[in-house]
């Protein structure tokens, strides 16, 4: 099946709304929580110890900003909700 960017970016836009009410909402234990963040904080993609990574600019240094960008979009409640506790 093929799809259109525009409804690519749209199921992209429903799963990020989903994925942020969620956690926003869900009442998850405090140790789920600091795991979610712990793992999804793991770099994208994983270290390869290249000798000086990034020396030659590639488009997939953009997918990669992306996907930090997003992580840390999708994160941010999650991370007021440990904030919360913290408090309690």
Do not use: C, S
Not at 24 to 43: G, I, Q, S, T, Y
């Amino acid at each position: 099946m093929i799809e259109t960017h525009d409804a690519l970016m749209g199921r992209i836009e429903a799963q990020r709304r989903l994925l942020l009410w969620l956690f926003a909402n869900f009442d998850f234990e405090r140790a789920a929580l600091e795991k979610l963040v712990r793992e999804m904080d793991e770099p994208y993609p994983p270290v390869d110890h290249q000798e000086d990574p990034g020396a030659v600019p590639t488009a997939a240094f953009g997918d990669f900003a992306a996907h930090a960008a997003e992580m840390r979009l999708l994160l941010e409640p999650v991370r007021q909700r440990l904030a919360e506790l913290d408090k309690t």
